[in-house]
C-alpha cells in the first residue's frame, strides 16, 4: 500500500529552546555554535554530582512545577508552528494533537504543603492524602492526561489527543503518530509536539543516580561533547518542538507553503536492555533501515544526520555502529551533528526539537555544527561537523532518537520537491 | 488493507484471579461477590490483586528485580494475551507485533516520600530544605529504581521479556490512554500499517501514591462497597481494582494464514474528549455511537438485546453522563447493561481493554452456551437479565475526568473466507 498512501508534509513549526524563543533566534544561535548550557540556579544544588543543564529560564513559567512549564513550552511552540503553517483560526485547529511529554506527578513541595496541611508532616502519605480532598487544582495538573487535555482545549484541536512517552524518543513518536494519522486518512492536517520541563531536583538526581549525566560542572558550555574523545554524559535540558503535518493535495490546496516533505519514519524496540542498546546494533540499525525502506531511499541519498548523540559514551558509540552499518562507505561522508552539543538533551521534546531543525537544515542547505569537538574520538570515523556550521546542498536528512526502554525511531524528511 | 480487526489473544488478570477461565466463572457464578481488601490508608477499599505465580510469565528472577509491583503486573498479563495467542516465543511473528501501552505514572516508594517530607518539613528554612531534598534524594533513591518506575518501561519490559520488538509506543492519560492504545492499534491493522498489535495497560490498586493521585481529585469512593450505579454521596466514586488487561489484535487474514483462532470480531472504536461541560459526555458518546450503529448487524429487526460491558466506575458526574448516555441508547433498542466495575473496581488505563477482552470472552462462550450473557451484577434499573441472546457487545469508557471511548465486539462470522 506504500505506493499509493497519502504523501504528508511539514508546513509549519516552532521551537523554544535554552537559546531562545522561536525559529529565528534559534536558528541563528545553533549555526553560530552557541550554547545554552549553564550552571542551576533553579533550585540549591549542593550536593549534587551534577550542577549544569539546559534550563528554560527565560518563561514567567520557568519556577513552575515540571507540568506547567512542560504546558508553557509546548503552547509556545504550537502557536508558532500553527501561526507559520496559516492554518485553521485561532483556537480551532483543524485535525488532532499528538503530544510526547515527560510523565507528570506532584513535586516536593506540592506533598510537603499537603503534609503540613494534613496536620502531620511526619504522617507521610495519610496525612498528605487527608488534606487531599477538592485539591482539583493539583489533579488537573499532576493527570498524566492533563497537559494534553488543556492543549487541546487551548488549541481547539480536534477528536480526543493523544498524550505519549517513548522516553528519549517521544517527540518522534508524536510526529510519527501524526503522520500515521494523516496515511490512514483520518484527518488532513495534524499537529505533533514534543515538550519537556523537567529540570527539577528529583529528575536531576535520578538521572545522576544512572550516571547518566556529565560532571563537567566547572564548565557549563563545554559540557555536552557529543562523538568526543572526552565525553563523560549528557546534559539535561527543556524546551519544544511542534510540527504541523498535513496531507500534501491539502496543503497545496490552500496554498500553503511546505517547508518539507515527510518521507519516511521507522522503528524498532530493542529486547536487550532497560538502558542499553543490543550489543550488535539490532535495533538501532532496524530504525534506521525501516526508515529508509520507508522512504524508499538508499542510504547514499541522505545529505545530512541529525544524530540522537546525547554525548553518553553508549549512545555515540551504538549510534556510530549503527549509522556505520547502514550506510556502509557512504558513513563517512554523510554529515552527522549533535544539536545536543549546544542545547543539551531536551528528552521527551529532543525529537521534535531536533527534527526542526532538521528541517531548517534542509531549508538554509545548512549544517549545524556539533560543538565542543576537541579531540576526535578515533573509534568514531565519521562527519560530526565539528564546531563550524558548514553550508552543504541536503535534499534529503535523517533525524535519529533512541530511548531508555529501547524505543528507537527515525524519521526522514525532504526538501518539498 | 484488513478487512477485519480480530481479537486473537486476552490476558487479563484482577481480583477475580487470573486468564479468561477464572473471569467467566467468577462473572458468571450465582451471586457474584466483589473481592475486597482495606488499603494501606484507612477509610478506602481496594480490589487486591490475586496470588500471582510470576515464574510463569517473567521467568528470570533477574527481570521481577528490575520492576516495581506495577510494572510486573503488565508485563505478566501481556504475557497471557501473548500465550492466548500462540504469538508467545515465536520470534517472526514478535518482530512483527506493535505494542501500545497504556501507562500512569510510575510507583513512588512511600516510605522514601514520606521520610524525605518529613525531613524538609524539619528544615529551619527554604534553603536548607532544598538541600535536604538534594542529600535525601542522592542517598535514598535506589538507582534502578528510577527505571522499574519509568511509565515507558513497562513497555520496555514487555520488549525484554516477551521480545516483542516491532515497535512499542506508551500513551498516558488515564482512561483515555487506555482506549486509545486500543483504538489507533486497531485503526493501525485496518489501515494496513500493521498485522499484529498488542494493547493494553495495567493498575496495581495496593499502591498508596495512587490514593494521593485521586483523592485530590475526589475521585475515590470513602463508604463501603456497593455496586457502581448505586454510588452517590460520599459513597460517590471508584474503587481502586487491580487489573492487568491485554489484547492481541490480528488483521483477520493473517490470523486465517497462521490458524490462528479468532476469540471475537472487534468491529469499531471511537474515542472523544468531551471536556464535561454538563450533558457533553454523553452527547458525544450518542456521537460515537451513531457512527458505529450501522455496524451492529441487530440493529432492528432481531430484537436481540445489545449486550452493553460498561466502564462505569462510580464517580459523578461520569456516571450520571453515562447514564444519559445509556438511557437514550434503551430508548432506541433493548440492552443489556452490566458495570463490571463492580466486581473488578477500577483499574484506570487497564479498564477499556479489560471490558474488551470480557467481551470478547462472552462471544466466544456464546457460541457454546446458546448465548449466555454475563449475569446482573446488581439489581439496578440497568442490569437486568437479557431478554434473549445478546450477539454484539459495547464496551463504554466515561474516564473519570475527561474522555470517552466506546467500542463495538462482535462475532466473528465465518463465511467460507
Not at chain 1, 549542593?46 to 543543564?53: D, F, M, P, S, Y
Not at chain 1, 522512504?295 to 556510530?320: C, F, S, V, W
Not at chain 1, 565539528?386 to 524519521?411: I, Y
Not at chain 2, 487497564?350 to 467481551?359: C, D, M, R, S, V
Request: charged share 20%; with cysteine; net charge negative.
Amino acid at each position: 500500500m506504500s505506493g499509493r498512501r497519502p504523501v504528508v508534509v511539514v508546513t509549519g513549526v516552532g521551537v523554544v529552546t535554552p537559546l531562545g524563543i522561536g525559529r529565528a533566534d534559534n536558528w541563528a544561535a545553533l549555526t553560530a555554535g552557541r550554547s545554552g548550557i549553564r550552571r542551576i540556579t533553579r533550585f540549591p544544588t549542593e550536593g549534587c554530582r551534577t550542577t549544569i543543564a539546559g534550563a528554560v529560564e527565560f518563561l514567567p513559567e520557568s519556577g513552575a512545577p515540571s507540568p506547567v512549564l512542560t504546558e508553557a513550552l509546548a503552547m509556545l511552540a504550537a502557536e508558532e508552528a500553527i501561526a507559520g503553517a496559516g492554518i485553521g483560526r485561532r483556537g480551532a485547529f483543524p485535525g488532532p494533537l499528538f503530544l510526547g511529554t515527560p510523565p507528570v506527578e506532584l513535586d516536593w513541595r506540592q506533598r510537603l504543603a499537603l503534609a503540613q496541611a494534613g496536620g502531620d508532616t511526619a504522617g507521610g502519605y495519610a496525612a498528605m492524602i487527608a488534606a487531599a480532598r477538592g485539591r482539583t487544582d493539583l489533579y488537573e495538573m499532576a493527570l498524566f492526561g492533563g497537559i494534553a487535555h488543556h492543549l487541546a482545549d487551548r488549541l481547539g484541536t480536534r477528536g480526543a489527543p493523544i498524550a505519549l512517552t517513548t522516553a528519549c524518543a517521544t517527540g518522534a513518536t508524536a510526529i510519527q503518530m501524526g503522520v500515521e494519522a494523516i496515511q490512514r486518512g483520518e484527518t488532513d492536517a495534524a499537529i505533533a509536539i514534543g515538550a519537556d520541563g523537567s529540570v527539577n531536583t528529583e529528575s536531576l538526581i535520578r538521572f545522576s543516580l544512572l550516571s547518566a549525566l556529565s560532571t563537567r560542572n566547572d564548565d557549563p558550555e563545554a559540557a555536552p561533547r557529543p562523538f568526543e574523545k572526552n565525553r563523560d554524559g549528557f546534559v539535561m535540558a527543556e524546551g519544544a518542538g511542534a510540527l504541523v503535518l498535513e496531507r500534501l493535495e491539502a496543503a497545496q490546496a490552500r496554498g500553503a507553503r511546505i517547508l518539507a516533505v515527510m518521507s519516511g519514519c521507522g522503528e524498532r524496540a530493542d529486547n536487550f536492555h532497560r538502558t542499553r542498546s543490543s550489543p550488535d546494533g539490532g535495533a538501532i540499525i532496524g530504525a534506521i533501515r525501516n526508515a529508509l525502506d520507508d522512504a524508499g531511499l538508499r542510504p547514499e541519498q541522505i545529505g545530512y544526520i541529525n544524530a540522537h548523540g546525547t554525548g553518553t559514551p553508549e549512545n555515540d558509540k551504538m549510534e556510530t555502529l549503527g549509522v556505520t552499518a547502514v550506510f556502509g562507505a557512504h558513513a563517512a561522508s554523510v554529515p552527522i551533528s549533535s544539536n545536543k552539543s549546544m542545547i543539551g538533551h531536551t528528552l521527551s521534546a529532543a525529537g521534535a526539537i531536533e527534527a526542526v531543525f532538521t528541517i531548517e537544515t534542509i531549508l538554509h542547505q545548512r549544517l549545524p555544527p556539533t560543538i565542543n569537538h576537541d579531540e576526535p574520538d578515533p573509534a568514531i570515523p565519521l562527519d560530526v561537523v565539528p564546531n563550524v556550521a558548514r553550508d552543504a546542498p541536503v535534499a534529503h536528512a535523517m533525524s535519529n532518537s533512541f530511548g531508555f526502554g529501547g524505543q528507537n525511531t527515525c524519521l526522514v524528511f525532504s526538501a518539498p520537491g | 488493507m484488513a478487512d477485519e480487526v480480530w481479537i486473537t489473544g486476552i490476558g487479563l488478570i484482577s481480583s477475580l484471579g487470573e486468564g479468561a477461565d477464572a473471569h467467566w466463572q467468577a462473572l458468571t457464578a450465582a451471586d457474584p461477590r466483589p473481592v475486597l481488601a482495606a488499603s494501606a490508608v484507612p477509610p478506602y477499599a481496594i480490589h487486591p490483586l490475586c496470588a500471582v505465580d510470576l515464574d510463569r510469565q517473567i521467568p528470570r528472577k533477574g527481570d521481577q528485580r528490575q520492576m516495581e509491583p506495577w510494572q510486573r503486573l503488565g508485563t505478566y498479563a501481556a504475557g497471557l494475551a501473548l500465550d492466548d495467542a500462540g504469538v508467545a516465543r515465536n520470534p517472526d511473528l514478535l518482530a512483527r507485533t506493535d505494542m501500545i501501552v497504556a501507562a500512569g505514572g510510575g510507583e513512588r516508594d512511600v516510605a522514601v516520600d514520606a521520610a524525605v517530607t518529613k525531613a524538609m518539613a524539619d528544615a529551619p528554612d527554604d534553603a536548607t530544605a532544598g538541600r535536604v531534598l538534594n542529600e535525601r534524594l542522592s542517598n535514598d533513591l535506589r538507582p534502578t529504581l528510577f527505571l522499574a518506575q519509568l511509565s515507558n518501561l513497562m513497555a520496555g519490559n514487555i520488549s525484554i521479556v516477551h521480545g516483542v520488538v516491532g515497535s512499542s509506543r506508551t500513551f498516558m492519560g488515564e482512561e483515555l490512554a487506555g482506549a486509545a492504545a486500543v483504538d489507533v492499534a486497531a485503526r493501525r491493522i485496518l489501515a494496513g500499517q500493521g498485522v499484529l498489535a498488542l494493547a493494553g495497560g495495567a493498575f496495581s490498586a495496593a499502591r498508596t501514591d495512587l490514593i494521593l493521585t485521586y483523592e485530590i481529585g475526589s475521585a475515590l469512593s470513602r463508604a463501603p462497597w456497593v455496586p457502581v450505579w448505586q454510588r452517590g454521596g460520599a459513597g460517590a466514586g471508584f474503587i481502586m481494582g487491580s487489573l492487568g488487561a491485554f489484547l492481541v489484535l490480528e488483521a483477520a487474514g493473517q490470523a486465517r494464514a497462521r490458524g490462528a483462532r479468532g476469540i471475537a470480531r472487534l468491529t469499531a472504536t471511537a474515542t472523544e474528549d468531551s471536556g464535561r461541560a454538563p450533558g457533553a459526555a454523553a452527547a458525544a458518546a450518542w456521537r460515537m455511537w451513531n457512527g458505529m450503529e450501522g455496524l451492529a448487524p441487530l440493529n432492528g429487526s432481531s430484537g436481540a438485546p445489545l449486550g452493553v460491558l460498561s466502564g462505569a466506575t462510580g464517580a459523578a458526574p461520569a456516571l450520571a453522563e453515562e447514564t444519559r448516555f445509556l438511557d437514550a441508547l434503551a430508548a432506541e433498542r433493548p440492552i443489556s447493561v452490566r458495570g463490571t466495575g463492580s466486581l473488578l473496581g477500577h483499574g484506570v488505563e487497564a479498564q477499556f481493554a479489560a471490558n474488551i477482552a470480557l467481551a470478547a470472552l462472552a462471544i466466544s462462550r456464546s457460541a457454546n452456551s446458546g448465548g449466555a450473557f454475563y449475569p446482573p451484577l446488581d439489581g439496578g434499573r440497568f442490569e437486568r437479565s437479557a431478554a434473549g441472546a445478546v450477539r454484539d457487545i459495547l464496551v463504554t469508557g466515561f474516564g473519570v475526568w475527561r474522555g470517552e471511548a466506546l467500542a463495538l465486539v462482535s462475532p466473528i462470522e465465518e463465511n467460507g473466507a
